[in-house]
């Protein structure tokens, strides 16, 4: 039967996936873009390192012989504080030397700033696919729909939609998030009312690099599987995702990656998955044509 | 200068560092087979490496800023850089570039099968990095997609030879053609983009093409490629591998002679102030009436040309090609000889494809740090000069006689 509704749940579902983890992914991208408009090449690394860093303590407990639920959240707890210190000291590192150089200069950095932490845990670990234990158990009342839906699939939706509402909560209520938005609106004025610049754009990169490493846990553990390789995609992905959303635009970057998330389970569906990275990149070059400011993105003319 | 403040200081960073490496550098899991190997010893190699590092870190930034102060003092003197000086005389550079020449034309005589494949790879190299350098160096685009117009140039040269036979010295000129038709049909809509969406956009389309080489089968026979592309020949003389590898040798020598004098020309020339001009200030320039789009379009056709053509030769010299040799990483190799060499420099550009394409060849032991040290070199390169070693020799004109 051509029309199957089981099938078009299906897709829905697994559009909905990575249309979470996108979301997690270009969060970091548009709250760095957000705030210093540069394109941080080296988030997808980030979310990589994270999932990494999980399956190393989930490897080294389970040999010690912890129990799956356990191993989940410490796995987890590590590889959010290791991200976050690797995005810190990214940013320390690579991007603050360049806060004032042209543009350029920090994309190229980031550049090679990616490179360098793909080839970083290339040698340091493995070039081949590394099978990611299955840490999320299965859930007892979704047996029923067993055939549609995974409780890892449950997990991806519900913990992204609790980032989502911490984050809002943090940018829109507490201190640091109005420190944010000024500093995202005007750098210099920022500094003159008091504001530790500096301080801003580290704990944006930890936040950014956090919701990252959350993604990779939880895609890890989905898929099961991981390389070092897994980075590069997914953050082009996610930026593509930023992208169409409106760059420094938080509800447009989730917005966006569900988007993505969708067009791309649908077509990968439906029509053929040879080309499924291609088709990424062209619906990226379309919008940027026509619509570079995003779908809920402000578009802003350029001053003097 | 090293006091009691500074080693605390980089015994913290050395102590940060070990704890950031620890699980990925000292941990190893076989989830396979449930094993852990752990490599203690990494942990000594990244505190006392980091601990050293951090000096040298904060040398170099400190030299930085002294720098930039110095040169905003002292504006009007004239300090010549070495290059300049070089340029500069007659006396040295004319006997200079014959000692190179000459070096050139003994090297296939001299060196062996093996060396000079392998200078043949630099050179292609050094006409991948000036034709970069067009676009990147002198009008201030960055492509991360350039790897794209080489592979047009070299399945150019493939597909034409394997349907209709076409012979090399037709396929150039078309390879040629073709990369600047692709840079033109590229450049024309994402032009208008600003700088990093243009280089995310220019990486997609790099990533469109070689992904459209490897699935679409009928057309570029997908993954496995195309294989017995010929060697270039002349009419008439049939050459065994030996004369013709120094054919392609000599073949290159005289290409990048060629694509130096005319990237040299173009840069002095009217299109090339305005590439430079727009590269500065885009604003500015086109307050003064310069044609942004138009400019844009011929340094990306430009640069895409001398791509294309270096692809039809690099197919003519491995006579096999696959989509394998047109990943983005290609692209950024070519971006980090630029980078290295210095943006816009004709000089730096030959610098940093010699430097980056010899010296994996000749420390193979090292090979496997290769991209890691390629990083590396961007990152630090843009931190602490971003003019690239050998930097471009800035125009300046000076009005004698007002200072004094």
């Known amino acids: ?304 | 200068m090293i006091n009691l403040a500074e080693i605390k200081k980089s015994f913290l960073i050395s102590l940060w560092f070990v704890f950031l490496t620890f699980p990925i550098m000292v941990i190893r899991v076989n989830t396979i087979y449930d094993r852990v190997e752990w490599r203690w010893e990494n942990m000594l190699f990244v505190g006392v490496g980091s601990f050293f590092f951090s000096f040298i870190w904060r040398y170099l930034l400190r030299r930085k800023e002294l720098g930039s102060k110095n040169s905003q003092a002292e504006e009007t003197q004239d300090r010549m850089t070495l290059n300049q000086r070089i340029m500069g005389d007659r006396r040295i550079y004319l006997p200079l570039l014959a000692a190179i020449l000459v070096f050139a034309a003994a090297y296939p005589f001299v060196f062996s099968m093996y060396q000079t494949n392998i200078m043949i790879n630099a050179l292609i190299y050094i006409m991948l990095g000036l034709g970069i350098n067009i676009v990147v160096g002198l009008a201030g685009l960055l492509d991360l997609g350039y790897v794209a117009f080489y592979a047009v140039g070299a399945y150019t040269y493939a597909l034409l030879n394997y349907h209709f036979g076409l012979g090399f010295w037709l396929a150039l000129p078309m390879g040629a053609a073709m990369g600047a038709l692709f840079g033109i049909l590229l450049g024309y809509p994402v032009l208008r983009l600003r700088g990093d969406y243009l280089a995310i956009v220019t990486l997609g389309f790099g990533e469109i093409i070689r992904l459209v080489l490897e699935n679409w089968n009928q057309f570029s026979f997908g993954p496995s490629g195309i294989a017995n592309i010929p060697r270039p020949s002349l009419p008439g003389i049939k050459m065994n591998l030996e004369q013709s590898t120094i054919f392609i040798y000599f073949l290159m020598i005289v290409l990048v002679i060629f694509t130096i004098f005319v990237v040299n020309r173009l840069k002095d020339s009217r299109i090339g102030r305005a590439w430079i001009a727009l590269r500065e200030d885009e604003v500015a320039c086109q307050a003064m009436g310069i044609d942004r789009t138009k400019t844009k379009l011929t340094a990306f056709a430009l640069g895409a040309t001398w791509a294309g053509m270096a692809g039809v030769l690099f197919a003519a010299k491995t006579t096999f090609i696959n989509p394998a040799s047109f990943t983005i990483w290609e692209s950024i190799n070519i971006l980090c000889i630029v980078v290295l060499g210095g943006m816009g420099s004709i000089v730096g550009v030959i610098f940093g494809a010699l430097v980056l394409i010899l010296l994996p060849e000749y420390l193979r032991a090292f090979s496997e740090y290769r991209m890691l040290l390629f990083g590396f070199i961007l990152v630090t390169m843009m931190v602490f000069r971003p003019g690239g070693i050998i930097s471009e020799v800035r125009r300046t004109y000076k009005f004698k006689g007002l200072n004094e």
Do not use: C
């Open chain 1, 1 to 304: 039967m051509f029309w199957d509704f089981d099938y078009f749940v299906e897709l829905f579902l697994a559009g909905l996936t990575r249309g979470s983890i996108y979301a997690l992914i270009a969060l970091g991208y548009t709250m760095v873009y957000g705030i210093i408009q540069l394109i941080n090449f080296a988030h997808g690394e980030i979310y990589m390192i994270g999932a990494f860093t999980a399956l190393i303590v989930t490897g080294v407990l389970t040999l010690m012989g912890w129990n799956s639920v356990a191993i989940l959240f410490i796995a987890a707890a590590v590889a959010l504080i290791y991200s976050a210190a690797y995005g810190y000291t990214l940013e320390k590192i690579a991007y603050k030397p360049l806060r004032k150089a042209p543009r350029l200069s920090a994309l190229i950095s980031a550049i090679g700033m990616s490179l360098f932490l793909q080839n970083y845990v290339l040698l340091a670990q493995t070039s081949d696919f590394l099978p990611f234990p299955a840490l999320i158990p299965d859930f007892k009342w979704l047996e029923p729909w067993e055939h549609i839906v995974r409780s890892s699939q449950v997990v991806i939706f519900s913990t992204t939609a609790i980032v989502m509402v911490l984050l809002t909560f943090l940018i829109k209520f507490t201190r640091t998030g109005k420190a944010m938005r000024a500093v995202s609106q005007d750098k210099e004025m920022a500094m003159l009312v008091g504001i530790d610049v500096n301080r801003v754009i580290s704990v944006t990169f930890i936040v950014g690099s956090t919701t990252a490493a959350i993604g990779g846990v939880l895609i890890a553990s989905h898929i099961g599987q991981i390389n070092f390789y897994i980075g590069f995609i997914a953050g082009i992905k996610a930026f593509v995702a930023a992208v169409l959303g409106g760059i420094g635009s938080i509800p447009g970057a989730v917005l966006g990656s569900l988007v993505l998330g969708w067009t791309e389970s649908f077509f990968t569906g439906y029509i053929s998955s040879d080309y499924e990275d291609v088709f990424a990149f062209l619906f990226l070059v379309f919008i940027l044509i026509f619509r570079p400011s995003g779908i809920l993105g402000r578009s802003e003319s350029e001053k003097v």
